[in-house]
């Protein structure tokens, strides 16, 4: 099972791992089994926020990984307004209750706000500092973003930036990318199968991936994420509601595309024009 770096240092992950946005609107057991079953299949890189059902999403997880928390690379996100010195600790202190854990691997600041980077990235550092986080990273940040990051906290402070990201949006090819891995951040892609705009097997699109996917063995969503993290540096978080999901999630990790097929899918899914601010979620 082939493993990359997650940014500058850090520990080596499977590009694909587990989400939980909207989690708590299924059923709650079947839920915490996906999980576990992702975990089995080496799926250790679980992803969640406080916005997240407001919390739920984090106890869900917790209860999940009960007992595994070794074994789990575990993301959560605080929101921008709570991104102050104190704020910041707050909410990371409340995030650790709901998932019955005294460590996050990596905290992450949801998107721009209004408090400057230097007291949340300060925050951050004195989370570190406690062990409570082990790195941290940033959220919908397109290249303006970045840099200003950057010069706030220096080379190799960054782990990641994760971004929205699947065939029919693919804006963070053009630059954030690229930037990303010039400064050695890792690119957590989220919702890689879109939001109710996969490509359906009637669309020229999907009538492809059911080729190239029926050539491998595979399923149409296996040859989405496959394209999606052909670069190392990228590894997505797709949402599992469900055992069968996960399973199906872990097949992409086995898979490599021709560069033949990935062509074909460029084509057919054109990343276009490089937008005027990053598209978000």
Known sequence: MTRHPFGSGGPELTSIGQGSWYIEQGDRREAIAAFRRGLDLGLSHIDTAEMYGDGRSE??????????????????????????????????????????????????????????????????????????????????????????????????????????????????????????????????????????????????????????????GASVRQVALAFLTRRASVFAIPKAARVAHVEDNAGALGLRLSDAEIARIDAAFPRGPKPRSLPMI
Do not use: M
Request: proline share 3%.
């Open 59 to 216: 106890e869900i997880i917790g209860e999940a990984i009960a007992g595994r928390r070794d074994e789990t690379f575990l993301v959560s996100k605080v929101l921008p307004h709570n991104a102050s010195h104190a704020g910041a600790r707050t909410a990371c202190e409340r995030s650790l209750r709901k998932l019955k854990t005294d460590r996050l691997d990596c905290y992450l600041l949801h998107w721009r706000g209004s408090y400057p980077l230097e007291e949340t990235f300060a925050a951050f550092e004195a989370l570190r500092s406690e062990g409570k986080i082990l790195s941290w990273g940033v959220s919908n940040f397109d290249v303006d973003d970045l840099d200003e990051a950057l010069s706030v906290a220096g080379t190799g402070a960054i782990a990641c930036n994760q971004v929205l990201y699947h065939l029919r949006e693919r804006a963070i090819e053009h630059a954030v990318i690229p930037w990303c891995e010039r400064h050695g951040v890792a690119v957590t892609a989220y919702s890689p199968f879109g939001h109710d705009d996969f490509p359906d097997s009637g669309s020229a699109g999907g009538r492809l991936l059911a080729e190239i996917a029926a050539a491998h």
